[in-house]
């Protein structure tokens, strides 16, 4: 167990909860739920590449407090995000004999948690759920704030709910065991919440490439704590993404799921697209006159320097922008994005040409 953990609370009146951030502190995950209500039975929602050693240690964390524990295992990938294995999680358990006192525990990264996350919220018309989320991404940004949901085939994130957790335990013991390709691209949501909300962040993340690549624990608890803290602020002010705030934190997702849908789930890692995505957001506020292109620039180099791509693949304009009107934030027809104003600050702008986005994505 760590000798200290760091507590973010998100404050959102009976629906508030803690993220519990430390090291080691996986060991302590039964007290960590059974503080948060009293649970009988825990379904354990996994994948095959996170079974060995988290999910089995999850689950045999939550018996010793005498808690009934099942542990359901799905298939790694994008592609398990779905209606099809959403429906198998759905008969499991029922299968278990899963009521509204069972608690189900996301052990995984983003896939997982808004997988079982979403079918936590549909059964029995909605159970609780905690995350405890082991990959990069899903620590600083998935597993806060309530969105769970599925992909349909063309539109990614189409189907879901918001199910805030009752609770949200960070071990950053568990990146240890995470592919590189993988923790890379968590990286690329790191350097969002300093693009979008904290320029200091983001000439932190400047000053400490190197101790980031090294996965260097000190340095990733402070920038965890940092994106956690920043998220719950937005969550607090706009949970269901209805004034525009929240939307702010979609920075690169645009572009980002369109690629990702049309490459096919998988072929490009959440984080890759939406660092691809970020770039040319930028170039787009460079065109409407909203920012220096060192801005821009400053971005690139970054997310180089991270190992992520910031160019487009070989994919079709065209299909990219017809990918894009499936994005949630359309309304009435017409393309919105976030774009930067400055470093540190974005905003959920209307009304972009079409036109304008195909011309800066063909010279790109």
């Not at 949200?168 to 691209?185: K, S």
């Not at 990918?323 to 905003?347: C, I, N, T, W, Y």
Request: net charge negative; glycine share 10%; aromatic share 4%.
């Amino acid at each position: 167990m760590s000798e200290s953990v760091e507590i973010v609370h998100v404050e959102l009146g009976e629906r508030s909860y803690d993220i519990e951030i430390g090291q080691g502190n996986l060991d302590a995950l039964g007290q960590f739920v059974a503080a948060r209500g009293d649970v009988s039975h825990a379904v354990v929602v996994t994948d095959e590449n996170v079974e060995k050693p988290h999910g089995l240690h999850a689950a045999e964390c939550l018996a010793r407090n005498s808690t009934m524990v099942d542990l359901v295992v799905i298939e790694p990938g994008e592609q398990s995000k779905c209606v099809a294995t959403a429906a198998e999680l759905w008969e499991k358990l029922l299968d278990l004999g899963a009521d509204r006192k069972t608690v189900v525990v996301a052990v995984g990264g983003g896939v997982i948690g808004d997988l079982a996350g979403f079918v936590a919220a549909t059964y029995a018309r909605g159970i609780p759920f905690f995350q405890v989320p082991t990959s990069l991404l899903a620590q600083v940004d998935s597993s806060v704030g309530g969105k769970v949901g599925i992909n349909l085939p063309a539109a990614k994130n189409m189907v879901g709910a918001f199910l805030q957790p009752r609770g949200v335990l960070i071990d950053t013991a568990t990146l240890a065991t995470l592919p590189d390709p993988e923790y890379r691209a968590g990286l690329g949501e790191v350097v969002k919440y300093g693009v979008i909300l904290d320029a200091a962040l983001f000439e932190f993340l400047e000053n400490n490439v190197d101790r980031l690549l090294r996965r260097d624990n000190q340095v990733l608890r402070r920038v965890i704590a940092r994106c956690c803290r920043l998220k719950a602020d937005i969550v607090e002010q706009d949970e269901r993404e209805v004034t525009g705030l929240r939307a702010v934190l979609n920075y690169g997702h645009t572009i980002g799921h369109a690629l990702e849908s049309l490459s096919g789930y998988g072929t490009l890692l959440h984080g890759q697209a939406v660092a691809i995505g970020m770039v040319c957001a930028s170039r787009l506020a460079e065109r409407l006159g909203r920012i220096d292109p060192s801005i821009t620039d400053r971005q690139e180099r970054l997310l180089t320097a991270f190992g992520l791509p910031t160019h487009l693949p070989e994919v079709d304009v065209d299909q990219i922008v017809r990918a894009m009107m499936h994005d949630k934030k359309v309304q009435h027809g017409q393309l919105r994005f976030v774009l930067p104003s400055r470093l540190g600050r974005a905003e959920l702008v209307a009304n972009v040409d079409s036109e304008m986005v195909r011309q800066v994505l063909k010279e790109w």
